[in-house]
């Protein structure tokens, strides 16, 4: 685990307002009267300038903080009672694709020494639990796109009817 930073550096700043001269006031610690020059980044795991920044904690920490606004759209979606039914069934069952690719990487990463997508079987599994969730994504958005282009036909030829007679 990384420690997370109470505060980050702001990068330096250019050498052509001093006159192509560093002064020492530039490399001093921020004070408070130059409390601009400090970036806040508590939330961070790391600093975002560092030029060796570990991207697999990062990715992973993004992976697990993008869970909540997928379940808030899922909440939402599944509220407003518009969405397809098999369309609905598909982003939920995105949910199946990550329980399953969680436990494949660790297993990977235990059992074989390397990550999941260095290990063709279990990666393609996976990968086949993500090409099922757009299936039945698609295929419940086009369904529902038949049912619209078929009542809107319907309702053509009713007006149609009304209108001859």
Same mark, same amino acid.
């Given at each position: 685990?990384?420690?997370?930073?109470?505060?980050?550096?702001?990068?330096? %700043?250019?050498? &052509?307002?001093?006159?192509?001269?560093? +002064? #020492?006031?530039?490399?001093? /610690? =921020? *004070?408070?009267? %130059?409390?601009? &020059?400090?970036?806040?980044c508590?939330? +961070? #795991?790391?600093?975002?300038? /560092? =030029? *060796?920044?570990?991207?697999?904690?990062?990715?992973?920490?993004?992976?697990?903080?993008?869970?909540?606004?997928?379940?808030?759209?899922?909440?939402?979606?599944?509220?407003?009672?518009?969405?397809?039914?098999?369309?609905l069934?598909?982003?939920?069952?995105?949910?199946?694709?990550?329980?399953?690719?969680?436990?494949?990487?660790?297993?990977?990463?235990?059992?074989?020494?390397?990550?999941?997508?260095?290990?063709?079987?279990?990666?393609?599994?996976?990968?086949?639990?993500?090409?099922?969730?757009?299936l039945?994504i698609?295929?419940?958005?086009?369904?529902?796109?038949?049912?619209?282009?078929?009542?809107?036909?319907?309702?053509?030829?009713?007006?149609?009817?009304?209108?001859?007679?």
């Amino acid at each position: 685990m990384l420690a997370t930073a109470a505060c980050c550096r702001a990068p330096p %700043r250019p050498a &052509a307002r001093s006159g192509g001269r560093v +002064l #020492p006031s530039m490399l001093r /610690a =921020p *004070t408070r009267s %130059r409390m601009t &020059a400090v970036v806040r980044c508590g939330l +961070l #795991p790391v600093d975002p300038w /560092a =030029p *060796t920044m570990d991207s697999q904690s990062v990715a992973s920490q993004l992976f697990a903080v993008s869970l909540f606004p997928y379940l808030g759209f899922l909440y939402f979606l599944t509220r407003s009672k518009t969405a397809p039914g098999l369309t609905l069934f598909g982003f939920y069952f995105l949910l199946a694709f990550v329980g399953a690719t969680i436990p494949a990487g660790i297993y990977a990463k235990v059992h074989y020494g390397t990550s999941l997508s260095n290990v063709d079987l279990l990666h393609g599994t996976a990968e086949s639990l993500l090409t099922l969730t757009n299936l039945f994504i698609v295929l419940g958005l086009r369904g529902a796109l038949r049912n619209l282009k078929e009542s809107d036909s319907e309702a053509s030829e009713d007006r149609k009817e009304k209108s001859s007679e």
